[in-house]
């Protein structure tokens, strides 16, 4: 049993699916190019590069249990410039859909983000009066009920639609999703 890993006292083995990010992260060389390209890290509780530390190590609980994934704005610039090649931005989005699936309590702006993905996964665009209401039935409902007068002057205005403009191309904007979601290649 030569590949057999040796488990220091109170060391746990990663999961399935951490165990395939720390292979893509085994390049790493902590040069800190990512964090310092990162236009975010100021709102992250780990910088990127110190994400890829906590993968190779092991500190799944840290990494899954962390704001990173959810600040990063997916804007490719540490990707784009990490000497190793690693694909940051989509092992951001990796560890999103493993946190959640692995019952990440998320917080309150991840409940916006999964509504506002929800909703364009089944629109191909944004419908602002569902995610509020679905928004707010979720996080503070009374806060909800105060909002609604400010709801009912935009639709007297025409400012807010209630029926979704349902866009071209809606499959493909779903497989899509299912490519991210199952991290698919
Ligand atoms: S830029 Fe690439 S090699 Fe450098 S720390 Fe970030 S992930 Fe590692
Ligand atoms: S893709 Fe995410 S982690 Fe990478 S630089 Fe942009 S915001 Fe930061």
């Known amino acids: 049993m030569a590949d057999q890993k040796i488990l220091r006292l ?38 990127p590069r110190e994400i890829m530390r906590l993968i190779m190590t092991d ?7 962390s704001q990173t994934m959810w600040v990063c704005a997916s804007c490719y610039s540490c990707a784009a410039r990490c000497p190793r090649d690693i694909e940051i931005t989509d092992l951001m989005l990796r560890l999103r859909s493993i946190a959640i699936k692995k019952g990440y309590q998320p917080r309150a702006d ?31 409902p009374l806060k909800l009920l105060g909002m609604a007068p400010i709801g009912l002057t935009m639709l007297r205005r ?18 899509i999703f299912d490519r991210v979601e199952g991290g698919g290649e």
């Open 10 to 47: 109170g060391e746990k083995a990663p999961s399935e699916e951490m165990a395939a990010l720390k292979e893509t992260v085994a390049s790493c060389m902590q040069c800190g190019t990512c964090s310092a390209s990162c236009p975010v890290t100021r709102a992250m509780d780990y910088t």
């Open 59 to 65: 500190m799944e609980e840290a990494v899954l249990g």
């Open 110 to 140: 991840v409940a916006f983000y999964r509504h506002f993905m929800s909703i364009v996964r089944r629109y191909g665009r944004m419908l602002e009066p569902e995610l509020m209401i679905r928004y707010g039935l979720t996080t503070n």
């Open 158 to 175: 025409g400012k807010l639609a209630f029926k979704p403009d349902l866009i071209k191309g809606r499959r493909e904007v779903r497989e």
